[in-house]
């Protein structure tokens, strides 16, 4: 009867001794955060919290601490406090917080909130989207008030149901090619929602659409531009658009340069990050100081045009 008396209480005191540890990381975190935010409106560098404090943080209470600073009126502090949310996603890599997390970047990017909040969901995968961000994005596509961001972001999460809504987007394009493009109008078709509406349709599957992406780009006239539109060839992640991307890889390309004395870049060092981000197995991995391509030693190059060539299927991520 004592020994149970005894355990009781130290599972009671042992409950609030960690009740006590949270709370006070909790107010540890939030203290901190203050003190960054500060720095930001004061318009002072602020750097964020390193990978090792969000790793060991607490989700929830992280979430917490950064949620007042994602409605306020300085647009700096909206995206401080949207990005380490997006870190803490990416970092702890929890089914549930990346969802939570998702949805309140749909939120930013479809309210206008945080227009950047865009790019930063094209690097998350059709699972982490909720039904609720779904259907954001679907309202958002209905009303006709989605930029192109938004709408390759409805590809990543895999809305089937909004295919035919996509289909309709087309004519722009289709009008656009006619035309021969609209440069003489300041601008390209690939910058129109309706080539976003082809490109989502593509990376979800649409054959007709995969095949018509992929010979755009190939028959863009325009080298630099056509370089450019790799981007958007990765972004279908279909198997006959990294076939493409290998034949690229593959070649001597070379970037144009202003000077004639200076021979450009070989386009395989500048897709190295690029098909890192594409394919699940790919040999070299991409680092921070990498993200441009251009700091990819010639061996590492190398590694990786020979394991590309010896690929018979692709594992994508998706």
Same mark, same amino acid.
């Given at each position: 009867?004592?020994?149970?008396?005894?355990?009781?209480? /130290?599972?009671?005191?042992?409950?609030?001794?960690?009740?006590?540890?949270? #709370?006070?990381?909790?107010?540890?975190?939030?203290?901190?955060?203050?003190?960054?935010?500060?720095?930001?409106?004061?318009?002072?560098?602020?750097?964020?919290?390193?990978?090792?404090?969000?790793?060991?943080?607490?989700?929830?209470?992280?979430?917490?601490?950064?949620?007042?600073?994602?409605?306020?009126?300085?647009?700096?502090?909206?995206?401080?406090?949207?990005?380490?949310?997006?870190?803490?996603?990416?970092?702890?890599?929890?089914?549930?917080?990346?969802?939570?997390?998702?949805?309140?970047?749909?939120? #930013?990017?479809?309210?206008? &909130? +945080? @227009?950047?909040?865009? @790019?930063?969901?094209?690097?998350?995968?059709?699972?982490?989207?909720?039904?609720?961000?779904?259907?954001?994005?679907?309202?958002?596509?209905? &009303?006709?008030?989605?930029?192109?961001?938004?709408?390759?972001?409805?590809?990543?999460?895999?809305?089937?149901?909004?295919?035919?809504?996509?289909?309709?987007?087309?004519?722009?394009?289709?009008?656009? @090619?006619?035309?021969?493009?609209?440069?003489?109008?300041?601008?390209?078709?690939?910058?129109?929602?309706?080539?976003?509406?082809? /490109?989502?349709?593509?990376?979800?599957?649409?054959?007709?659409?995969?095949?018509?992406?992929?010979?755009?780009?190939?028959?863009?006239? !325009?080298r630099s531009s056509r370089f450019e539109l790799l981007h958007d060839l990765a972004y279908?992640?279909?198997?006959?658009?990294?076939?493409?991307?290998?034949?690229?890889?593959?070649?001597?390309?070379?970037?144009?340069?202003?000077?004639?004395?200076?021979?450009?870049?070989?386009?395989?060092?500048?897709?190295?990050?690029?098909?890192?981000?594409?394919?699940? !197995?790919?040999?070299?991995?991409?680092?921070?100081?990498?993200?441009?391509?251009? +700091?990819? &030693?010639?061996?590492?190059?190398?590694?990786?045009?020979?394991?590309? @060539?010896?690929?018979?299927?692709?594992?994508?991520?998706?």
């Amino acid at each position: 009867m004592r020994d149970s008396v005894y355990a009781v209480v /130290l599972v009671f005191f042992g409950g609030l001794v960690q009740a006590a540890g949270i #709370a006070q990381n909790a107010e540890g975190l939030d203290s901190k955060y203050k003190k960054m935010i500060d720095s930001i409106r004061a318009k002072q560098y602020a750097e964020g919290f390193t990978d090792t404090e969000l790793k060991n943080a607490d989700p929830n209470q992280f979430l917490q601490v950064l949620k007042p600073y994602q409605d306020d009126p300085d647009w700096m502090v909206r995206r401080h406090a949207y990005k380490q949310a997006c870190r803490l996603a990416k970092i702890q890599n929890k089914p549930g917080i990346t969802r939570e997390v998702v949805q309140q970047l749909v939120r #930013a990017s479809t309210t206008g &909130s +945080l @227009q950047e909040a865009s @790019q930063w969901l094209l690097t998350f995968t059709k699972e982490d989207f909720s039904p609720a961000a779904r259907q954001m994005l679907k309202e958002g596509l209905q &009303s006709k008030s989605l930029s192109k961001p938004q709408i390759l972001i409805c590809g990543v999460a895999d809305m089937q149901e909004i295919v035919p809504d996509l289909e309709e987007m087309l004519t722009v394009q289709s009008a656009l @090619q006619r035309k021969g493009g609209s440069r003489a109008e300041g601008f390209n078709w690939f910058y129109t929602e309706a080539w976003a509406a082809r /490109l989502a349709r593509a990376r979800m599957g649409a054959g007709d659409d995969i095949a018509k992406s992929i010979q755009i780009i190939e028959g863009e006239i !325009n080298r630099s531009s056509r370089f450019e539109l790799l981007h958007d060839l990765a972004y279908i992640r279909q198997p006959q658009a990294v076939e493409s991307l290998r034949r690229y890889f593959l070649s001597d390309r070379r970037l144009p340069t202003t000077n004639p004395d200076i021979t450009g870049e070989t386009w395989s060092h500048y897709m190295m990050p690029i098909l890192d981000e594409v394919l699940v !197995n790919f040999p070299v991995k991409k680092t921070e100081n990498q993200k441009l391509g251009r +700091l990819y &030693s010639d061996d590492e190059v190398e590694t990786a045009r020979k394991w590309i @060539q010896t690929q018979k299927t692709w594992e994508i991520r998706r």
